[in-house]
């Protein structure tokens, strides 16, 4: 038996559907543990792209079982929209089911998220307005529906109820015009019907498999600077990107885990607001957007960009517990002369290397740099660690050394195969 997790070590977008789709060809099951359909994994494989926002990466292999798990909220016509993309483009090749727990994002809770961040002005987050938050708010509220309610025959009747309370508060707190539950119940019946036969159990799937020593793969979306408890608040998702998200959101537990891969890019890039403290709001920032295509998957926003942050990368390694990591993107750096990365912070004239992660510390610190020689030559076409440049390998080590968890896979480029295994 194998249960290995998945986990953002940075801001999210360091490539962890790229990693799954790889991995999980020797894997039975993929379980997405948390967040909903505001993050968004490509994958290319062969000639190929997939978007993935929802559906569990491993999904588009034939034979990988994809679990939606208790952690995940799921906006059902989205996902349905989902499906009917892979479908026609041929990607959907595993099976999917849906935890009977997983709370639902619906029409009024994307409402919710936009008036919200309209009434906040200039202190808006920058969510991606996918109802994400407000979903999460009402399963802590013990007010939210759920995967299971859908096979109820007035599961209708019970969103349209919600909807009237919704609008309650849309137009005497926001000031918002009220909403129409039943146009908003047209929009989500079809997917509903869609989606209805493919909930389960997942709990018990999960602790069945895990008895008949099956290969599971954990896959999280965001990353670990992202965490609701643990990541640089108020400037966070709604959920718990960390390893032990992957416990509380699919029925797991520590004695099943194997290993725990953190997964981060050669430099550091972040979406939306919140700081950043080895941001490059400069001409270098704007070189490593383009060569990295740092652009959202769901949103198509541009991500700001920064060198690579180890007091950062050790904090997630140590919060997750990480057995390896997985480097991605290094040959976005493969034609710079000098790479800096950061070794350090200095907050109020103090040297730290443990980063203090209070948003005051934060918007203070300047980060303290180690200026490492470039490789200057062209990774793309390696895939074994002897063929990769001497540089490159000295700069792969001062991370091992940092951070103290070893660098065992590579990437060299957008396609699945464009990876150096065993580094």
Not at 243 to 250: I, L
Request: glycine letters at 12%; aromatic letters at 8%; a negative charge.
């Amino acid at each position: 038996m194998t249960v290995t997790a998945i986990i953002g070590a940075q801001w999210g977008d360091e490539g962890k559907g790229k990693l799954t789709h790889l991995l999980s060809a020797d894997h039975d099951i993929v379980l997405r543990y948390q967040g909903g359909a505001n993050a968004g994994h490509t994958i290319k494989d062969g000639d190929k792209t997939y978007r993935c926002r929802l559906v569990p990466s491993g999904v588009l292999r034939e034979g990988v079982r994809g679990l939606l798990c208790d952690g995940v909220v799921v906006n059902p016509v989205s996902l349905a929209e989902e499906l009917a993309e892979l479908r026609t483009a041929g990607g959907l090749r595993g099976s999917l089911q849906i935890s009977r727990h997983a709370h639902l994002v619906l029409p009024y809770h994307g409402l919710q998220d936009a008036f919200f961040e309209q009434a906040k002005g200039g202190g808006a987050l920058g969510t991606t307005l996918r109802g994400i938050g407000p979903a999460y708010a009402d399963k802590y509220f013990r007010v939210g529906l759920r995967a299971g309610d859908m096979l109820r025959p007035d599961f209708g009747e019970r969103m349209k109820q919600a909807a009237r309370r919704k609008n309650v508060l849309f137009s005497g707190y926001y000031g918002q015009a009220e909403e129409d539950p039943d146009a908003m119940w047209e929009k989500v019946q079809p997917a509903v019907e869609q989606l209805a036969p493919l909930v389960a159990d997942t709990l018990a799937l999960v602790r069945t498999a895990i008895r008949q020593r099956e290969r599971i793969l954990c896959e999280g979306a965001q990353g670990t600077l992202l965490d609701i408890d643990y990541g640089t608040y108020p400037y966070v998702t709604s959920s718990h990107p960390v390893s032990g998200g992957a416990f509380t959101g699919t029925g797991i537990n520590w004695r099943d885990m194997n290993s725990v891969i953190g997964v981060a890019k050669a430099y550091c890039t972040r979406v939306g607001a919140g700081p950043f403290p080895t941001e490059l709001p400069d001409e270098i920032g704007d070189m490593l957007r383009e060569r990295g295509g740092e652009f959202g998957t769901v949103t198509g926003r541009s991500r700001r960009c920064g060198w690579l942050d180890l007091p950062l990368l050790r904090y997630s390694a140590e919060l997750n517990g990480f057995t390896e990591l997985a480097l991605t993107k290094v040959d976005v750096l493969d034609e710079l002369d000098e790479i800096p990365v950061c070794v350090a912070w200095e907050i109020n004239g103090q040297k730290t290397e443990w980063p203090d992660l209070d948003i005051e510390a934060l918007e203070q610190a300047r980060p303290v740099y180690k200026r490492l020689p470039g490789w200057q030559a062209n990774t793309c076409g390696h895939r074994g660690m002897a063929d990769l440049p001497q540089r490159l390998k000295d700069y792969v080590r001062f991370i091992e050394d940092f951070v103290g968890v070893p660098v065992r896979m590579i990437s060299v480029g957008a396609e699945t195969g464009a990876t150096v295994v065993g580094a």
